[in-house]
């Protein structure tokens, strides 16, 4: 259904997966890190393409320990590793390089922040020509009750439920489980 028809696979984005991210107050954090991996090794036994997304800025600099990813997780020599600065992933990156070279229409999305780098990113590729699947329980943030945010727990439903009928002409979006994903 994409808009990008000579690009007819998929791709999973692991985004920002990373050690000052997934602080350990994330809701579901351990879950969501277990079904990432769960969702790596499924791809992989398909030989479908696992891009990494690794945040950098003042907070999170290349080379400290914020910065890399959550142990839990490794990432192949051979599997792409896209830097950014920006919430959306395809933001001054060459995201959208590597999955043309792949022939990617169709993305499956994981990781953290879910009301930042995830929803601008699943927005970036919708706007792109791609379908963008959330995993809904594939994502987290942290809790920023203090800046007037609402729980955590309800900025991952919300992003859900907001997720989960969102379509454009010719593309689409919407949600799916750990357990439901095939490749």
Known sequence: MTTLPERPYTALLVIDVQNGVMVPSSPRREHVIANIGT??????AADVPVVWVQHQDEELVPGTESWEYVPQL???????LVAKRYRDSFEDTDLESVLTERGVGRLLVTGAQSDFCIRSTLHGALARGYDATLIADAHTTEDLTEYGAPAPE???AHTNLYW????APGRRGGI????????
């Open 176 to 183: 799916i489980n750990t357990d439901e994903v095939t490749f």
């Open 39 to 44: 969702l790596v090794d499924k791809a992989r």
């Open 74 to 80: 490794k990432r192949l020599d051979s599997e792409p």
């Open 164 to 167: 989960s009928g969102q379509h």
């Open 154 to 156: 309800q900025v991952i």
